[in-house]
Each structure stands twice: as C-alpha cells, then as structure tokens.
C-alpha cells in the first residue's frame, strides 16, 4: 500500500537574470552567495494505491513523474508532505546504474544482484534464469564495455525482476531492448501485476498503461490534473496535447 499526502518537492535553480561583468565582480567583492529561484517538481499531490493495486503515473517530460517515484522509494526527501509506504519496494528507477563495465556479465550479475538486495543464495539459485530471460547465455563472460545499450538493458531488467518486493516502481522500463524484448518485459510486468504485487507505473506508452493499469494520474507542472480511470484519464491527456500542437 501507498499513501502520498500534500507531497512538494522544490529545487534551486540558478537565476535566470542576465549579469554583466561588473555585476558578477561586485557580487564576488561583496561576496554574496549566488542567485536562485526556486522550482517545484511536485507541489500537493496526493493519491491512495491498494495492496495489488497498479496506478500508472502520465504526463508530458518535466511533470515530476520520476520525481514522484524517487520519494517514494525514498531516494529524495519531500519538502512538505508525506509518503506512507507499506511493504517492501523495489525501485526500477535507473536500471544498470551500479554496473561496473569492466566486469563480466557474471560478475555484474552478483554485483548489481547485491546492489538490489538479493542474497547471494539466491542469485546461485537464479543465476541461469537471470540469463535466459536477457537471451545473453553466449555472453555471460564478455565485459560489459562490449555489450550493445539493448544488451546492458535486458541484462538489468532480467536481475531486477528476481527481486520479491511488495512494491514495484517502474521508470520508463519498457524502453528497454528490441520490440521483441519489450513484449517479454509487458508479459513479465503483467505476470508481477497478476500475483497480488502493488506497482506504480511510469511510461509514456499510453497503450501499456491503459492495458496495465486501471486507474492512473496525469500530472502537469508538477501538480495532479487528474485522477481516476485510465481511460478517462488518457482521453484528458491527448485531448490537451492535441489541443497545445493546434
């Protein structure tokens, strides 16, 4: 289960305002700190998933989506609000962002494996299902250097999955692979979605999400300009895009 009330998240952004020369040797006499303005990422969302609920999250790029997920899994700190999270999560926010390029595909699937918080018994135990599912049996001891973007992803994906968490946040992560890839990868997340896991589900495939999803929320600037059945809520999206490109 997840909880998110009032949640806002603000960053500083340097100032905007053009300074002259003088202006920037006075502010370095003076020395006064440097000019930001403040930026909200997210400013009050709320929203309530239920345990083997699947909520997906929409909306153009700079909307707070990853943002969103971030503070849920507890990688960034809200400024006001908060998150309540039940159960244990496993965020797919950046898959392969503990890979180690120089090692082999063996080793990184131990290293990554830990980096997830699976034991080592159990990546034993795993290990050639990890491999089957990436399709990479014939380059389990090449340097990960050597693997093409579609092959670092699928090997990612593949060690993510054999996570057993209560919570799955998924990022964009049917941008991964060749098409044939990404089917495996819709068929896994429904599989996930089937046993009773709660996933909140970021993507701007808004066929996956309407077929994933029953609800989802459509954010702008930061803020929740919708709530509610996927289709209903997608409708609302293309209707403002199309409406924005005229």
């Given at each position: 289960m997840v909880q998110v009330t009032r949640l806002s998240k603000?960053?500083?952004?340097?100032?905007?305002?053009?300074?002259?020369?003088?202006?920037?040797?006075?502010?370095?006499?003076?020395?006064?700190?440097?000019?930001?303005?403040?930026?909200?990422?997210?400013?009050?969302?709320?929203f309530?998933?239920?345990?083997?609920?699947?909520?997906?999250?929409?909306?153009?790029?700079?909307?707070?989506k990853s943002t969103l997920l971030k503070i849920v899994a507890g990688v960034l700190a809200p400024d006001r609000g908060c998150v309540f999270v039940r159960g244990k999560v496993?965020?797919?926010?950046?898959?392969g962002a503990g890979f180690e390029p120089e090692l082999s595909a063996r080793e990184n699937i131990y290293l990554y494996g830990a980096i997830m918080g699976i034991p080592r018994k159990e990546i034993d135990r795993r290990y050639w299902d990890i491999l089957d599912f990436a399709e990479l049996h014939r380059f389990e001891f090449m340097k990960l250097r050597n693997f093409s973007s579609g092959m670092y992803a699928r090997l990612a994906f593949s060690i993510a999955i054999q996570t057993n968490p209560d919570i799955f946040l998924l990022d964009e992560v049917l941008a991964v692979g060749d098409e044939?890839?990404?089917?495996?990868?819709?068929?896994?997340?429904?599989?996930?979605?089937q046993s009773g896991k709660t996933i909140l589900f970021v993507s701007h495939s808004l066929a996956e999400v309407k077929k994933l999803c029953r609800n989802c929320i459509l954010l702008y600037n930061g803020q929740v300009a919708k709530i509610g059945p996927s289709d209903h809520v997608i409708e609302t999206y293309l209707y403002d895009m199309e409406k924005m490109s005229s």
């Open positions: 603000k960053f500083k952004l340097p100032h905007q305002r053009s300074l002259t020369a003088f202006d920037r040797l006075a502010a370095f006499i003076k020395r006064q700190p440097p000019l930001y303005e403040e930026f909200f990422a997210l400013r009050d969302v709320n309530h998933v239920e345990k083997g609920e699947t909520l997906g999250i929409i909306g153009p790029n700079g909307s707070g496993a965020p797919f926010l950046e898959l044939t890839f990404q089917k495996k990868c819709i068929e896994k997340i429904e599989e996930i979605r």
